[in-house]
C-alpha cells in the first residue's frame, strides 16, 4: 500500500506518523510546496522508526508528484489552517485553488488513487474534487466526521464521567460550527441510551461543545488542531488498505441519499479496500432531518464560492 500526503504541516505530519506507526503501509510520500520542508519531516519521522517499530518508508519531495506515482491512497491536507476566531469557510478562496492544482497532479500519476480531502471548508473541497476530477464516487473521500464523532465521544465521556470506550456516538452533516449534526438521541453508554444518564441540558452543552470542539482547541492552539485530525485520517487509511469494512462518517457525493444530490456531506458509510463501499442510511426523526436539510442548504451556499 502506497500513501500520498500532500501538505508535510500539522496535520500532514501527524498523519503520516500515525499511519507509519500503525505500520500498514510500505511507503509514505509527503508532498508540500515549501522547499525542503517535506524532506525534512520525512527524514525527522524516518529517525523515529528504530524507535517505534515500524517498517513503512517515508519520502519527502517538494512539490514532484512523479515521486506519488501508483499510489493507492492520496491524503490533502495542503492548505491554510483557520486562526482563532475565522470559520472554516473562511479558507475557501485559498484553498479552493490549492485542492483544485494539487489533486490534478495526484490523479495524473495516480489514475487509480482513492482521495481522502481534509483541506477546509472541507465539505466544499471535497465537491470541488468531484467536480474537477469526476472520479468515481466511491473513491472520493471528505474527512471530518470521524473526527466530530470522536469529539463527541470525548464530551460525552466527560459529562457521563466514564471512559471513553464506554461510549459510541456519530456526528453527520456538514464539518462546520453550525452545520453538525451530533446524532444524542442514537448515542450510547455500553448499548444504553445517554438520555438515561443525562437531562436534556447535559446532552444539549455535549452537542455545542461539540460543534465547537475545533474552534476552542484552535483557542487554545492559535491554530487548528492536528493529533486528532491525523489520527483520524489514519483511521480511514488503515481501513482501505486492511479492507476493514469499518462504518465513519465521511463526508461523499450524495445521489439522492437522505435526499439530496449534487453535494458531498457528511453520512455514516463502509469504508474498505474500494474506498466507500456503501452509503448507510440511518432512519432520522424530523427534527433530525430538518437539521440536516439546514446543513445541506447551508453546505450548498458556500459551494456557490466556488465558481465566483
Ligand atoms: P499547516 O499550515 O500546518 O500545513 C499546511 C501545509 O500545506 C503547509 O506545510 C504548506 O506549505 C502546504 N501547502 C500549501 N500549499 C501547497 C501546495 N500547493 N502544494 C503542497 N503543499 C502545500 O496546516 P494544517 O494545520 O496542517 O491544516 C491543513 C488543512 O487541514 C487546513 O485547511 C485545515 O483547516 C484543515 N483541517 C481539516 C480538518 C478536518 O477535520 N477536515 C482538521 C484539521 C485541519
Not at 471530518?144 to 464506554?166: I, M, N, T
Not at 435526499?259 to 432520522?284: H, M, T, W, Y
Amino acid at each position: 500500500m502506497k500513501v500520498t500526503v500532500v501538505g508535510a504541516g500539522a496535520v500532514g505530519a501527524s498523519c503520516a506518523e500515525y499511519i507509519a506507526i500503525k505500520n500498514f503501509a510500505s511507503e509514505v510520500v509527503l508532498v508540500d510546496i515549501k522547499e525542503g520542508f517535506a524532506e525534512g519531516k520525512a527524514m525527522d519521522l524516518m529517525q523515529t522508526a528504530p524507535l517505534n517499530g515500524f517498517d513503512t518508508r517515508i519520502v519527502g519531495v517538494t512539490n514532484d508528484y512523479s515521486k506519488t506515482a501508483g499510489s493507492d491512497v492520496a491524503v490533502i491536507t495542503s492548505g491554510i489552517p483557520r486562526k482563532p476566531g475565522m470559520t472554516r469557510e473562511e479558507l475557501i478562496g485559498t484553498n479552493a485553488n490549492i485542492v483544485k492544482s494539487v489533486v490534478e497532479q495526484l490523479v495524473k500519476y495516480s489514475p487509480n488513487v482513492i482521495v481522502i480531502v481534509v483541506s477546509n471548508p472541507m465539505d466544499t473541497m471535497t465537491y470541488l474534487v468531484r467536480k474537477a476530477t469526476n472520479l468515481p464516487k466511491n473513491r472520493i473521500i471528505g474527512m471530518g466526521g470521524a473526527l466530530d464523532s470522536a469529539r463527541f465521544k470525548y464530551r460525552l465521556a466527560e459529562a457521563l464521567e466514564c471512559p471513553l470506550s464506554d461510549v459510541d456516538g456519530m456526528v453527520i452533516a456538514a464539518h462546520s460550527d453550525t452545520g453538525m449534526l451530533p446524532l444524542t438521541r442514537l448515542a450510547t453508554r455500553n448499548g444504553v441510551p445517554v438520555s438515561e444518564f443525562l437531562c436534556e441540558d447535559k446532552l444539549a452543552n455535549v452537542t455545542q461543545e461539540t460543534k465547537v470542539g475545533g474552534a476552542t482547541l484552535t483557542k487554545l492552539l492559535g491554530t487548528s488542531a492536528w493529533y486528532a485530525p491525523g489520527a483520524a485520517v489514519s483511521a480511514l487509511v488503515q481501513a482501505i488498505a486492511c479492507d476493514q469494512k469499518k462504518m465513519f462518517p465521511c463526508s461523499v457525493v450524495l445521489e439522492g441519499e437522505y435526499g439530496q444530490s449534487d453535494i458531498c456531506l457528511g453520512v455514516p458509510v463502509i469504508v474498505g479496500r474500494n474506498g466507500v463501499e456503501k452509503i448507510v442510511e440511518i432512519k432520522l426523526n424530523d427534527a433530525e432531518k430538518a437539521k440536516f436539510q439546514e446543513s445541506a442548504a447551508a453546505v450548498r451556499e458556500v459551494n456557490k464560492d466556488l465558481n465566483s
